[in-house]
C-alpha cells in the first residue's frame, strides 16, 4: 500500500498552518495495538495529546458502546494523532471517569480539559452521539469540535438533503488503490459481524475483556482514515462555507446537550436547516 502525499495549503480555518506528517493510507497501526486500560498509561497519553499543532488538527476521535447515547454506556474512546499516525484505544469502561480526570506527567491537563478547550481542534464524524454520551455520563461539554460529516455535506453540487455515513464517504472520496479498499471492506465488514445485531453480533462484543482482535482493528480503522477525508473536504470549502460548518457543529454539540435530545429521530438524517439547495 501506497501512501497519500498531501500538500498543505494556507487555510483561513483554525489560524495558521503548521507542518504535519502527511496522512497515510498504510494498515492502521498503534503503539501495542491493545488498549489503555490504566492510569499510567492516560497520563503518558496526555502528555501525548497536549501542545500539538492545531491546523491541520492533530486530534481525531470516535467512541463505540452499548447503545452509545445518554440511554446507554461509552466502552471505547480512540483517538488517531495524526502528527504521529498512532493510534489509541481507551478503556473508557474499564477506567470511568478516571479516564478523563487524569492528569498527564509534564502537565495539569486531564483528557476532560482537551476535550473541552475551545482552542485545540477536535475531529468527529457526526459528534452528536458522542457529545450526547460524554455530556450525560461525565460531564464533559465538547469544545473546538470540527465535524467531518457536515464538512462532506458542505462540499457537495447538488444532493444537499440528507447527510452521508462514514462508510459512504469512504467509499466515494477517499483516494484508494482497489486493494486497500477491499482490505478496508474486509476489516469493516468483521467488526460488524461481531457487533452488529442485524448481522447476528451483539454491542456487548465491546465490553469483552481483553477487546477481541477484529473489533480492536475495527477501532482503530475507525478513526485512522479520518484525517485523509479532513483534507479532501477541507480543501473544497469556501470561507463561508467553513463558517457554516462550524456554527452547524456548535449547534449539534449544543442540541446534544438538551433534555429533549432523540439520538434515533428521524431527523438526525437530514442536513442542518437552511442547507438545501441552493
Known amino acids: 500500500m501506497s501512501p497519500l ?22 494498515e492502521p497501526q498503534d503503539e501495542s495495538h491493545g488498549v489503555l486500560d ?3 498509561a492516560i497520563s503518558s497519553l496526555v502528555d501525548k495529546l497536549s501542545g500539538l499543532p492545531s491546523m491541520p488538527p492533530s486530534i481525531y476521535i470516535d467512541l463505540e458502546g452499548v447503545n452509545l447515547s445518554r440511554h446507554g454506556t461509552i466502552s471505547i474512546l480512540q483517538i488517531h494523532v495524526r502528527t504521529t499516525s498512532q493510534n489509541y484505544l481507551l478503556d473508557i469502561k474499564t477506567l470511568g471517569k478516571a479516564a478523563f480526570l487524569t492528569p498527564g506527567t509534564r502537565t495539569l491537563s486531564t483528557l476532560k480539559s482537551i476535550l473541552e478547550s475551545s482552542s485545540i481542534p477536535k475531529v468527529f464524524f457526526d459528534v452528536r452521539r458522542d457529545s450526547d454520551a460524554l455530556y450525560s455520563h461525565y460531564g464533559i461539554q465538547l469544545q473546538g469540535i470540527q465535524d467531518l ?3 462532506e455535506l458542505a462540499t457537495r453540487t447538488h444532493g444537499r438533503t440528507f447527510i452521508s455515513g462514514l462508510k459512504k464517504c469512504i467509499e466515494k472520496d477517499m483516494p484508494m488503490t482497489s486493494t486497500e479498499k477491499r482490505h478496508w471492506l474486509m476489516t469493516k465488514e468483521e467488526g460488524l459481524k461481531l457487533f452488529d445485531p442485524e448481522k447476528g453480533g451483539s454491542y456487548e462484543v465491546f465490553n469483552q475483556r481483553p477487546l477481541p482482535e477484529k473489533i ?3 477501532c482503530v ?4 482514515y479520518l ?3 479532513w483534507d479532501v473536504y477541507n480543501r473544497k470549502l469556501t470561507a463561508s462555507w467553513k463558517t457554516r460548518v462550524q456554527r452547524a457543529t456548535d449547534d449539534r454539540v449544543a442540541q446534544s446537550q438538551t433534555q429533549d435530545f432523540n439520538p434515533k429521530s428521524p431527523h438526525m438524517a437530514r442536513a442542518p436547516e437552511g442547507w438545501g439547495w441552493p
Do not use: F, K
Not at 5 to 24: K, L, V
Open 5 to 26: 502525499a498531501t500538500p498543505y495549503q494556507a487555510s483561513s480555518w483554525g489560524g495558521r498552518m503548521e507542518a504535519s506528517r502527511s496522512p497515510s493510507l498504510n
Open 38 to 40: 490504566n492510569i499510567a
Open 149 to 151: 460529516q457536515l464538512m
Open 216 to 218: 480492536r482493528v475495527y
Open 221 to 224: 480503522q475507525d478513526v485512522h
Open 227 to 229: 484525517p485523509c477525508l
